[in-house]
């Protein structure tokens, strides 16, 4: 299966203009025109965030959802690693299309933190959701803004991007809320993918022989995800942060270990602690006691 990592690729592979930045893109749907034998996408993965606003549609579009022709105008979003294939039949489609990779965020920490809070950029499949006349125009506003700055010379152009975006995040999770209650489907699908990422977060805990991971940022690396969603998505599931889980899952394996005859500063050791006061101090803020107090005495 394809794995897309920048939006050069992307862009060549489904037969779009050159982006002109590497982690960023807004464009016309219509740009996008590369033909596919029998109408079918093959299954692809990429590393960034989707967000369509499809105008107009006259052919069938199967991206997994139960719908085969949407109801236009509607949205539709794409996270990072998602599985995507689809079939369409002959016709067209008019809309726009904005891409934004991880690094793109990295570089703006107040967009990255709203993106964590908002399910609808995280969900495991690409769910349309319809949108209103007059919020379709406003969204093709902010769409047009943001095109033309990025094809601006200012220097300070992803500012401005930013901006802009900033605000249609903000508009499109009002929708997206006002949507879920008369879409059943996107408060199923947002919920099942919750559960989905926690069960493998709490399976990949429990499968360590020791815990060599203590953060969340190497666990969210390995699911693929960012932290800060990782976390948020174990706050809905269990009402603890996903950190609370990872150092209760230490400090279990640390009460074993002291069980069984190890010290203290064995046992920090093993568990690659950076030093023995740091595990002290974990250790009896989970349990109220001292290691050394929580080991049976010899008799």
Do not use: C
Not at 142 to 169: G, N, T
Not at 276 to 299: N, R, V
Request: glycine share 4%.
């Amino acid at each position: 299966m394809k794995l897309f990592e920048d939006l050069v690729t992307y862009n060549d592979y489904m037969g779009g203009p050159p982006p002109l930045d590497k982690d960023f893109d807004v464009n016309r749907l219509e740009a996008f025109k590369r033909q596919w034998e029998n109408d079918s996408i093959p299954p692809i993965r990429h590393k960034f965030y989707s967000i369509r606003l499809v105008e107009e549609l006259n052919n069938d579009l199967n991206s997994g959802h139960h719908t085969l022709r949407p109801t236009v105008p509607f949205l539709l979003f794409k996270s990072p690693f998602q599985i995507l294939s689809w079939q369409t039949s002959p016709g067209f489609k008019k809309g726009w299309h904005l891409t934004f990779t991880d690094n793109f965020l990295k570089e703006r920490p107040q967009i990255s933190k709203i993106i964590q809070s908002f399910p609808f950029l995280h969900l495991t499949k690409a769910i349309p959701f319809t949108v209103s006349t007059n919020d379709r125009d406003a969204l093709m506003m902010v769409f047009r803004k943001m095109q033309e700055a990025y094809h601006s010379d200012h220097s300070d152009r992803f500012s401005v991007i930013a901006s802009y975006l900033h605000i249609m995040l903000f508009r499109i999770n009002g929708l997206y809320v006002k949507a879920k209650i008369s879409d059943d489907t996107l408060g199923i699908m947002e919920k099942e993918s919750d559960d989905a990422l926690y069960g493998d977060f709490k399976q990949l805990i429990d499968s360590l022989d020791h815990a060599s991971h203590q953060s969340l940022s190497d666990f969210a690396e390995e699911l693929d995800v960012n932290p800060g969603y990782l976390n948020a998505v174990t706050q809905r599931v269990t009402g603890e942060n996903a950190q609370s889980l990872i150092q209760s899952r230490l400090i279990a394996e640390a009460q074993e270990l002291l069980l069984n005859g190890l010290s203290p500063e064995e046992v920090s050791e093993q568990l690659e602690f950076s030093d023995i006061e740091e595990f002290k101090a974990l250790f009896q803020q989970h349990t109220g006691l001292s290691p050394a107090d929580f080991q049976p005495s010899e008799e």
